[in-house]
């Protein structure tokens, strides 16, 4: 089983409407999890942390559920400017000092 | 906003040459880590560094390459005998205290862009 995976995409969105990523994990120790944005060429940039409750930034969504071993991002109101690829990672061993592991990637295309 | 600088931001070097890649952590962090991400391909964990001492390595991390931390700022990786294959992006990443249990993110670097001719 892969270790990180995501649907590719790409996912083209109009506008305004709302899109959803999900990610899976292979580890079920893994004790931290992140979503990152990454834009062409460009370094990942932290989107947000993924906490066992659930948590909310702005016009984004973040869900974790350790039994099915997945992670959702919810994008609300997409904008122009969300258009990027979204890494979906994870601390697999869930060392302090262990190397995060990445996705592929969720490439998105906001269409105006 | 505190960041991590990376030099320089494109490498060009000849097959079988030694290349140094420098950065500069956020500097209140404690753990640095090597990343690099081929053309296309994910972004790959290389080493992670801690205390003066590597903490973890992935298998691409073998005996062409080395970290080290050579005063209280800066953080390079060294690539000997570089290959075709090492053509890729590299970033250097921080993290502060407990990056795995206290989930503090790692915050990554703009990254050098190395070509091997």
């Known amino acids: 089983r892969k270790e990180v995976e995501q649907d590719p995409g790409p996912f083209n969105v109009p506008e305004g409407a709302t899109v959803a990523f999900n990610c899976t994990y292979s580890?079920?120790?893994?004790?931290?999890f992140f979503w990152y944005r990454q834009d062409c060429r460009k370094e990942p940039k932290l989107l947000m942390s993924?906490?066992?409750s659930g948590n909310e930034d702005g016009r984004f969504t973040a869900q974790l559920n350790r039994a099915s071993q997945y992670i959702s991002l919810l994008i609300r109101d997409s904008k122009l400017s969300d258009s990027a690829t979204y890494l979906c990672v994870v601390n697999l061993r869930g060392g302090g000092a262990d190397g995060l592991t990445f996705g592929k990637g969720t490439h998105l295309i906001i269409q105006p | 906003e505190p960041e991590v600088t990376q030099t320089p931001s494109h490498q060009v070097t000849q097959m079988g040459q030694e290349v140094i890649l420098r950065c500069v952590p956020i500097?209140?962090?404690?753990?640095f880590y090597w990343y690099r991400q081929i053309l296309g391909q994910k972004v790959e964990f290389l080493v992670s560094f801690y205390n003066n001492e590597i903490s973890e390595k992935s298998e691409i991390f073998d005996d062409q390459f080395s970290v080290e931390r050579p005063d209280g700022s800066n953080f390079t990786l060294k690539i000997r005998s570089t290959k075709l294959e090492d053509s890729a992006m590299y970033f250097c990443a921080s993290s502060d205290v407990l990056g795995g249990y206290s989930n503090q993110p790692q915050h990554f670097g703009d990254g050098t862009r190395l070509s091997i001719l």
């Open positions: 500097s209140n962090h404690l753990y």
């Open positions: 580890n079920s120790a893994s004790q931290s």
């Open positions: 993924v906490y066992s």
